[in-house]
């Protein structure tokens, strides 16, 4: 079973909107990483969050952790045609560097 | 500072063939990661290397996949007789453990097996 996971499989929205991805995981962790992945590309680092915060930011990107629901929230505010692309939440487990990625939602930011 | 360098960056290959993907890491990072992502998917972790040693790797399919870093820097994933199922892209990552740095990712080597 997956140790982490995006609550959704696509979104889609307009330029300027905000929206939110969420994360659930299943396994303790030192930190939670979001990655975005663009087609051709390999997946690039947005921010990550160690398991004492509780929220990180990265120009319009902002990142919750709440490790007692092991969940987790990117948020993209103003966003940009740009921003398409696939999002991922991936765990950094305790201990270890082994970081697992989940299955990833496809956000299209329309014109 | 150069980035995550892999070769090749595709390969097509009939099933039963062999085939060996490289990476070089960025200099000074420690930790290396080999993942699988099938088409639409995410990343899947192989194996992963500390320096030379193999850390985890109760994902990689022993008996048709191989890896090694034999002196901590670049490191080469072998498939030994490759199935369809085997399509995917093959991503590798660094990352300075010292910190719980940033994880750099390649551009991936594109595998088809016809």
């Known amino acids: 079973s997956q140790l982490a996971e995006e609550n959704s499989w696509a979104l889609s929205v307009h330029e300027g909107e905000s929206v939110t991805v969420n994360c659930s995981y299943k396994?303790?962790?030192?930190?939670l990483q979001w990655y975005r992945q663009k087609s051709g590309k390999g997946p690039a680092q947005l921010i990550l969050?160690?398991?004492?915060?509780r929220e990180k930011r990265n120009g319009r990107l902002r990142a919750t952790l709440d490790t007692s629901s092991q969940s987790s929230s990117l948020s993209i505010t103003a966003t940009r045609c740009e921003d398409t692309a696939v999002y991922f939440c991936?765990?950094?487990?305790?201990?270890?560097?082994?970081?697992?990625f989940g299955t990833g939602t496809r956000l299209q930011v329309l014109p | 500072e150069a980035g995550v360098t892999q070769s090749p960056r595709y390969a097509v290959l009939q099933e039963g063939q062999a085939v060996s993907f490289w990476c070089d890491p960025i200099?000074?990072?420690?930790?290396l990661y080999w993942y699988q992502q099938p088409r639409d998917q995410g990343p899947q972790l192989l194996v992963y290397?500390?320096?030379?040693?193999?850390?985890?790797n109760s994902q990689l399919p022993s008996d048709r996949f191989s890896a090694v870093r034999p002196k901590g820097t670049n490191s080469t994933l072998k498939i030994q007789s490759a199935k369809q199922g085997d399509t995917a892209t093959y991503l590798c990552?660094?990352?300075?453990?010292?910190?719980?740095?940033?994880?750099?990712f390649g551009p991936g080597t594109r595998l088809l097996v016809l």
């Open positions: 990552a660094s990352r300075s453990t010292g910190n719980q740095d940033t994880q750099y």
């Open positions: 396994t303790s962790i030192t930190a």
């Open positions: 969050i160690r398991s004492n915060e």
């Open positions: 991936a765990t950094d487990a305790s201990n270890t560097n082994k970081v697992v």
């Open positions: 200099s000074g990072h420690d930790t």
């Open positions: 290397f500390r320096d030379e040693a193999v850390i985890d």
